[in-house]
């Protein structure tokens, strides 16, 4: 089978096998120049930030990069190499700015491959560029079908959402694989709002392209409207749009993280 585009899990499959037959890393570096450090952001990016604001956060980045280092990038031996698990924006900003053979502060993250993507999350998880819910609930799934070896609370710690609601991603994952005869690669490239309403045996959704369009055309109204009010005034935001659709409200409230279904505390 062709491997044209990367599927997370296949990465991680090659990333484990590539670990655990490699060479043991050497001595703790502080500075790394970047193109000594392999990005890998198909297993370590667990974030799916649209276009327009990762380009604005890297050029706000790189600005200060021209005249300083960025914050420590996060990094892990895999092997072979030095690979990049948090510092995605960071390392484009350097780029960005034309350092390209800079020697770069970073910090060594040490454990096993399912520990660094459970790490990498974690790490993107704290308030920087700050996650959505939804890219938090995403993320969350990602790992419960990646990082199989860690427990529940290893992985709530790790993506910031609680244990019933991995549970509950664990549920929908074991419906997959044995109802509907999906494979953990198939799981891994499907995003987790597509993943429940496939285990609730309804699969009548937009195509990804429709999907685009509509909230890009819904997210330019809202712009034109709102401006940045919105982004300022976060808390008077929520409550307008309480106001304005209790229903939609409640909408968004359960898209964001459903009560887990018929889960069981079998899974530590």
Do not use: C
């Amino acid at each position: 089978m062709s491997r044209v585009k990367k599927n997370p899990l296949w990465s991680l499959e090659d990333l484990i096998r590539q670990h655990s037959s490699g060479k043991p890393h050497p001595p703790i570096p502080t500075h790394i120049t970047m193109s000594a450090i392999k990005v890998r952001e198909e297993v370590f990016q667990h974030r799916n930030i649209p276009a327009f604001m990762s380009d604005s956060h890297i050029r706000d980045l790189a600005t200060t990069a021209k005249d300083r280092d960025l914050a420590a990038i996060l990094v892990w031996w895999d092997g072979k190499k030095w690979t990049l698990i948090d510092g995605h924006h960071r390392m484009k900003a350097y780029a960005f700015a034309n350092k390209r053979s800079h020697a770069v502060p970073v910090e060594v993250f040490q454990g096993t491959p399912h520990e660094a993507v459970a790490k990498a999350l974690e790490s993107n998880s704290q308030p920087k560029l700050q996650m959505t819910p939804s890219e938090k609930t995403h993320a969350a799934w990602r790992l419960v079908v990646m990082a199989v070896n860690l427990s529940k609370a290893e992985l709530s710690r790790a993506s910031l959402v609680s244990e019933s609601i991995i549970a509950s991603m664990r549920a929908v994952k074991r419906t997959l694989l044995t109802k509907y005869n999906k494979t953990e690669s198939d799981l891994a490239e499907m995003p987790w709002h597509q993943a429940r309403n496939t285990a609730k045996g309804n699969d009548n959704e937009w195509s990804p392209e429709e999907e685009d369009k509509r909230v890009a055309v819904m997210a330019a109204a809202l712009r034109k409207v709102l401006g940045p009010t919105a982004e300022r005034q976060p808390d008077i935001f929520i409550k307008a749009l309480e106001m304005y659709s209790p229903q939609l409200w409640k909408l968004l409230e359960s898209a964001v993280a459903e009560p887990p279904e018929d889960v069981s505390d079998e899974d530590a």
